[in-house]
């Protein structure tokens, strides 16, 4: 997969993202197999999942485009990927289960996509800091209110800790720093790959939790309850 950016050395900022083979033999139809179906488990995995899959080589063939052209060209294709994933077909509603939250997560995170940096910022409009990038994607997401500072966010206690990498999911926070102290968090959006508002100068975006300047500052994670 095309990678979204290449890892940055700029200080983070701080707070104030079958082939079938041929036969000459004519065998038996199989007996016809029981219909499979399909788990809401395994709808909302899909749906959690899909999105993310199909938007990450299209944002990273995007680079070069205008701020605004990029962010309405990401919010259209989020939009139209998460209807063609719709729970409620089946006489389910998608935000009532895990899946569609963690959508409503990644819908709103990536939407953000080009935002600049802000000491303290909390809004799009004025921009954001890293801790309000994620405090402002699940208040507005979900309406679930999170510590203001990244330090608060990685210690809140009725968040599962996540201590080891491969067992991130999408939408779990993660938390950077040095000698054990947290200054900086993003959201985990799947394929080794962090949403987060970097520091001064840039704009949100999506970067890599293997390999770089953030995987060698990587802690832990979070697993906010939904």
């Known amino acids: ?67 605004v052209d990029r962010s309405a060209m990401v919010a259209g294709d989020i939009s139209k990927l998460l209807a063609a994933y719709d729970l409620s077909k089946e006489g389910v509603v998608a935000q009532e289960q895990q899946g569609g939250k963690v959508q409503a997560v990644l819908q709103r995170a ?11 910022g909390t809004s799009p409009d004025s921009g954001f800091d890293c801790s309000g990038l ?41 938390f950077f720093g040095l000698k054990g102290r947290v200054n900086h968090v993003g959201i985990y959006v799947g394929e080794g790959r962090f949403l987060h508002s970097p520091s001064r100068g840039k704009d949100v975006r999506v970067d890599s939790l293997l390999t770089g300047y953030w995987a060698n500052r990587y802690l832990s994670g979070r697993r906010v309850a939904m």
């Open 1 to 67: 997969m095309a990678a979204i950016a290449q890892a940055q050395t700029a200080p983070a900022g701080v707070d104030a993202a079958s082939t079938q083979a041929s036969t000459d033999v004519v065998s038996p139809a199989p007996a016809p197999s029981k219909p499979v179906t399909t788990s809401v488990k395994e709808k909302a995995a899909e749906a959690a999942t899909a999105p993310l899959s199909a938007l990450l080589p299209r944002l990273a063939a995007s680079d070069t485009l205008p701020l």
């Open 134 to 174: 994620v405090g402002y994607v699940f208040r507005t997401a979900l309406g679930i209110e999170l510590p203001r500072v990244s330090r608060d966010m990685a210690s809140k206690a009725d968040a599962e800790l996540v201590a080891a990498r491969e067992e991130l999911r999408q939408g779990d926070l993660v």
């Open 110 to 120: 990536l939407a953000l996509m080009g935002t600049p940096y802000r000491w303290g």
